[in-house]
Structures are given as C-alpha cells and as structure tokens.
C-alpha cells in the first residue's frame, strides 16, 4: 500500500470511478473493501489517516453489545453476535476472544444477568464463544483479586471479543487495496459535483501536496460520522441535522488496579449506563462515558467530569482507588448517533441509517465498528441501486483479512501484523528489533514497516494508529518522539525543519491524552 501509486491512480483515471467513497474510519474503509471486492472501481479519500476519528477511540470490543440487550435491542445484538463471528474467523490475529466478568452483589440481579446472559449465549446461537457460566463468591475472588469484595455475592463469566480497532482499520484498507481498490490518506472533500441535479463526483485537495482533483463518480457515498451532515449540506445547503455527537471518554490504568485477565462489566453506574474495565496491552482500559456534545472536532478534549465519573465509579469496584495521577493516557471520542436532538444519548440507536438525497448521495452513519462488514455490505447494495452500476452480491463475509494468521499467540507483540510479523522482524535483525519504550513494545522495524507499507507520513500515524503508543502511555511516548521523528525522516530523506514540525504538532495532539 504505496501512497504515490494511489495518488497516480487518481491522476490517470480515464473513466469515472464506480464508487467514490468519502471517509476512512471501520465505515468507509469497510465499504471500500466490499466495493472493491465485488468488482466495482473504487475510491476512498480520508481527510486525515485512517481511522483517526472515532474509529480509534473505541472500547475495542466485539461484541453484541449486553447492554442493547437490556435496551431490548434484540435485532443488533443478533447482528452483532453473527459480525463477532465473522470477524473471528477472518482476522484471527486482530480480534480474540476475552472473558468477562461482571461482579455482583444482590442474588435478584445474580440471576437476572444470569438470565440475561443465557439469552445472549442463545443468540449467538452456533457463533458463542464458550457458554456463560455462574461464580461462587470465592472463584469471583480468585478471578478477580482486586476486586471489593464487600457485601460480594458472586459473579457471572460470560465471552465476547476484543480487538485493535486501529490495527483492524489498516487492514481493512491493505485488504481493499489489494482487492482493486485506492485508498488515500490525507485527502479531503471540499465539494460535491452535480450535473444536471444529480451528484456525479467530488472536488478533493490532496494535503501532502496541496493539489486539488476534480473525480469522476458514478455514485458517492458519505461515510463520514460524525461529519456526515456537513458532507450533505455540500449536496442539499438546507438540510437539517440529524447527528446527536455523544462524546465518549476512556482511562488508561497500570493493571496492578485490577489483576488477572478478565475483564469487569460494571452493569448499572448511579446514572443506568455500563463500565468496562479491560486488560489491554498489559494495562487497563476503563470506560466509558456517554455525554451530549454541541460541537464536532478531530480530536475531542475529555471533559473533568468524565474523568471524576470514570474515576469514582470503577474505584467503587476496586480494593486501591486510583486517582487522577495514575492516568497513564486518556482518550475521547465522537459517537456518530442518529436522532432526534431531545433523546437521551444513552438511549438512542446505535442502528445504522442508509439515506440517499433527491440527487444521488449515499450516506451511512450510525452503527458499530462491531458491525462495520454488515454496514458496508447494506450501503454497497443501495450505491448499486442509486447507479448505472452492475448487481453483484457481497462477498466480504468469507475474505480473509489482510495478515490472516491463526497460529500467532497473545504475547507475541507482533501478533497485530499476523503473517507479516515475520517480514517485520527481518528488516533490520541487529539493532532494528529493541524497543524505544519500556512501557509499551515500538521498533525501528514497525515504525519502517508502517512507513513503507501502510502509509503512514506523519508522526502521529506511527505513535497512535500503527501502534498505540500515545493510548498506552502519552507521557512515555512524548519522551520517545524525538527519536521516532529522527527514524522517520531519515527514511523519508525529510530535514531537521520537518522533524521539528513534526514534534510540535504532535506535542499538541499528545498533550490532550495527559491529565495534569
Ligand atoms: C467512546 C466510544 C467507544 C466505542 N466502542 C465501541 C466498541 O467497543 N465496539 C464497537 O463495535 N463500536 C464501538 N464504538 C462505535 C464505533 O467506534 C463507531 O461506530 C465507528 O468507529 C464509526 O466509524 P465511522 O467510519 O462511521 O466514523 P469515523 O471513524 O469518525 O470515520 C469518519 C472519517 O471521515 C473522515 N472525514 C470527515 N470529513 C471528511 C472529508 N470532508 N473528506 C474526507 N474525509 C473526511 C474523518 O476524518 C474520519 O476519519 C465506540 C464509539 C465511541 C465513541
């Protein structure tokens, strides 16, 4: 996945493209894999890099979702459990399966998750991972040393999945590349093209080198999110807003919070939602929140009452509180809900919409990264019904993703690239394999590979998407970006004016993951 060929290829087209699909997160780039898959000409233009909007600020589940079970959302948590499935079988080195476990302490709520849980085994019918099972107060102990075990009358254990969302985004793109579709980072829309009332292309500036193109499309589809409706006011300038944006926070903690490697639902906060605390790159992930916002930005700030939130109600859980200064990154971001303005966030859909307008544009919104194959699958049905183009079925449930690899183990660090782990370790095999942190895993070899392999140009592509550097440890990965910027910029032949640009920007961006 070469970025030069992938701007050469918008540079030669000479017919207009089947599908043009603005926006690079699990939707856009599912979709574009689904396209490309079914034979259609596709293109995918992402503003910034993959997946650097919402789809990297995940929970990083694959899950049916237990509490849309509780919302009595059956038909989702159906689906999702079917794209759970799926996702197992076809990016084993990606997604795997995890046990939680949520603590109890009354014996009526014992046996109604107990209930409810059986409900979810049953609706995965033969998708379940492994069948939920009832602890004693004793095994939940055990399981869980770290847990309060005041007034504790036992736990339920049941199966779901965790996964890399980035790292997934990154295969999804090299596996539509390598099913004939184009791909570019660092591309924006400006406009949409009509002719005649009907959308028939988009104005796009290349923000490497500044060129604007002038693409040919026989439909366009708007997977854009969170900025879906700015997306459409370019086609109809009146249209009303539908999106909710609901800011969502997560903390990173040392494990020592909550040994062992199970994760903890906890299944009623004070105010009715759900928290996950999750082991995580031998840290814990904790989350998450569920706020009304007013505006859409990139990179979204936490809010303190999300923090004190996150804060005390997992502290209620825990035997050592953990405070403000134990946060090792924290991380927010937008979920792209379609409502109406006075719904409770916690309460809407996290259905996916497919709308197309008067003059042709498609766009979907709404969903779960969970869902993202199902999402691409319905809206590539409707673009083939919006244009003159040919009505092939999806085949994107059986293609194996990009690194398929089954044999690769938990604790390999490298288990993220699947089959190509071995290419990576090969780079450089003398010095290229030692890791610039002590707190996560980062080698000169993955910072060359993502370079040379998966596009990424900026600072910020290696130290948040390629690895998770800055969502492990912001603090560690500011130490360490000096030396990453000076890997990079050998490699790319860029000079000390980059390096320092570089450096800046990304002390930007990493100082909203750090709290003071
Ligand atoms: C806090 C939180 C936790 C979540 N946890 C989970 C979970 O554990 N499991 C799960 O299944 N789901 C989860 N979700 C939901 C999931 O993350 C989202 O549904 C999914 O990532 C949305 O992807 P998207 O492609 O629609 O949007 P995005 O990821 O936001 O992608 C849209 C892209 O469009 C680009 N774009 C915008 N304008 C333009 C333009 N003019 N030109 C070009 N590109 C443009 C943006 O830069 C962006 O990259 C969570 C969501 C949140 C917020």
């Known amino acids: 996945m070469n970025r030069t060929d992938q701007i050469n290829a918008i540079k030669t087209a000479k017919e207009p493209w089947d599908i043009v699909i603005i926006g690079g997160g699990a939707s856009g780039l599912g ?26 600020k995940s929970t990083k589940l694959i899950h049916g979702g237990v509490r ?9 948590v159906f689906q999702a459990l079917r794209e759970r499935g799926i996702l ?54 055990t399981l869980l040393p770290n847990l309060n075990d005041n007034h504790l009358v036992g736990g339920i254990a049941y199966w779901d999945a965790q996964f890399n969302d980035t790292r997934l985004a990154i295969s999804l793109a090299r596996s539509a590349v390598s099913s004939g579709a184009t791909v570019i980072n660092y591309c924006s829309v400006s406009s949409i093209v009509k002719v005649k009332g009907r959308v028939c292309g988009v104005i796009a500036k290349d923000n490497v080198s500044g060129k604007e193109y002038k693409i040919d499309a026989k439909v366009v589809l708007n997977a854009t999110g969170v900025f879906s409706n700015h997306i459409q006011q ?28 199970h994760a903890v639902l906890v299944p009623q906060t004070f105010d009715g939602r759900v928290l996950f605390s999750i082991p995580w790159h031998d840290k814990l ?8 916002v007013d505006s859409i930005e990139d990179n979204p700030t936490p809010m303190s009452e999300e923090i004190d939130y996150i804060l005390k109600t997992i502290g209620e859980y825990l035997k050592k509180q953990p405070s403000r200064k134990d946060i090792l990154s924290v991380f927010s971001g937008l979920r792209p809900l379609v409502a109406k303005k006075n719904d409770k ?12 307008s008067q003059s042709g544009l498609v766009s979907i919104t709404g969903g779960k990264w969970t869902t993202y194959r199902k999402m691409a699958e319905d809206a590539i049905d409707i673009v083939q019904s919006v244009g003159e183009i040919e009505n092939r079925r999806s085949k994107s449930a059986e293609i194996k993703l990009d690194g398929f690899d089954s044999s690769i183990t938990n604790k390999n660090p490298l288990r993220i690239y699947g089959c190509f782990s071995e290419d990576i370790l090969t780079i450089d095999s003398s010095t290229g394999n030692r890791s610039l942190g002590n707190n996560f895993y980062l080698s000169k070899n993955q910072i060359l590979w993502g370079i040379r392999e998966e596009m990424a140009i900026r600072l910020e592509d290696i130290l948040a ?26 490699e790319l ?3 000390q004016e980059w390096v320092q640009k570089e450096l800046r920007e990304f002390k930007q961006v990493a100082e909203k993951y750090i709290i003071n």
């Open 31 to 56: 979709a574009a894999l689904d396209g490309a898959s079914r034979g259609h000409k596709t293109l995918l233009l992402e503003k910034s890099d993959f997946a650097k909007g919402t789809s990297s």
């Open 68 to 76: 849309y079970l509780k919302q009595g959302n059956i038909r989702l």
């Open 88 to 141: 197992l079988k076809n990016a084993p080195h990606l997604v795997h399966k995890m046990s939680f476990i949520i603590p109890v302490y009354s014996w009526w709520r014992l046996l109604f998750y107990g209930f409810g849980l059986i409900l979810y085994d049953l609706l995965a019918g033969k998708k379940r991972i492994e069948s939920t099972v009832l602890l004693s107060r004793k095994k939940t102990r």
């Open 234 to 261: 370019m086609d109809q300038p009146d249209i009303k807003s539908n999106i909710v944006p609901s800011q969502g926070t997560h903390i990173v903690l040392d494990q020592k919070f909550m040994l062992g490697n």
């Open 285 to 292: 992930l904790v989350g998450t929140t569920d706020y009304l």
């Open 345 to 356: 966030t916690k309460d809407i859909s996290r259905n996916h919409s497919i709308v197309v």
């Open 465 to 490: 998407r390629r690895s998770r550097c800055l969502f492990i440890d912001a603090k560690e990965t500011i130490e360490i970006a000096p030396k990453v910027a000076k890997i990079m910029a050998e």
């Open 493 to 495: 032949a860029y000079g």
